[in-house]
Nanobody, 120 residues
Framework: QVQVVESGGGLVQPGGSLRLSCAAS????????MGWYRQAPGKQRELVAE???????RYGDSVKGRFTISTENAKNTVYLQMNSLKPEDTAVYYC??????????????WGQGTQVTVSS
C-alpha cells in the first residue's frame, strides 16, 4: 500500500505565495513520476505541474512562470511553490505519484487534496 499526503494549502491574498508539499510513504521500491493537479468547482481536474523524477518537467499553461515544482527524491516528496497567486488559482490541489511497490506491483496513487483559496 502507498499513502500520499498533501499539506500547505490555505487562504492567501491575490499576489501572494504558498508552498504545497506532498509525501508518499508505504511499501515503495521506487517512484518515477510525481505531479500536481487541481480541480475548481464545476470544472474538470487539470494538470498543474509534473515531473519524471530527476527528469522532464511540464507545467500547465496557466501557471507557467508563476509555479515551480521540485522534488526531494530521498524523502519521496514533491513540492509546489506557487507565486503571484490569482483568484482563478482557487481549487483543491491533488498530488499524484506513480512507481513500483516492493511486491513488484505498479502503483498510481492520489492524495486526498488540499484546498487553496486566493481571495482578498
Amino acid at each position: 500500500q502507498v499513502q500520499v499526503v498533501e499539506s500547505g494549502g490555505g487562504l492567501v491574498q491575490p499576489g501572494g505565495s504558498l508552498r504545497l508539499s506532498c509525501a508518499a510513504s508505504g511499501s515503495i521500491l521506487s517512484i518515477d513520476y510525481m505531479g500536481w493537479y487541481r480541480q475548481a468547482p464545476g470544472k474538470q481536474r487539470e494538470l498543474v505541474a509534473e515531473t519524471a523524477m530527476g527528469g522532464n518537467i511540464r507545467y500547465g499553461d496557466s501557471v507557467k512562470g508563476r509555479f515551480t515544482i521540485s522534488t526531494e527524491n530521498a524523502k519521496n516528496t514533491v513540492y509546489l511553490q506557487m507565486n503571484s497567486l490569482k483568484p482563478e488559482d482557487t481549487a483543491v490541489y491533488y498530488c499524484r505519484t506513480r512507481g513500483w511497490q516492493r511486491s513488484g506491483a505498479r502503483f498510481d496513487s492520489w492524495g486526498q487534496g488540499t484546498q487553496v483559496t486566493v481571495s482578498s
